[in-house]
């Protein structure tokens, strides 16, 4: 039996409905780290779910996961 793990598509962050792919732009713009991006759109401030997703967006430059990252409190 082959076991497969579900497929998952991450594209933004869900309490504030902010895609990742128009949040990057605006982070290099203004050259936000994590925390700058927080106070300026409240992404990741809020249930913080998406954190590790826009912490590897702003490393990488990822905006679409399909699979899940570790959480911060892990
Ligand atoms: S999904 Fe981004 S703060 Fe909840």
Redesign the pocket.
Known sequence: MTVTAPRVHID?????NRRFADLLPLAREAGWDLGSLGQAT??????????PY?RAMLAKGTTVFDRLLPSDSE
């Open positions: 933004r962050c869900i309490c504030r409240g992404c990741g401030e809020q249930c913080g779910l998406c954190r826009l």
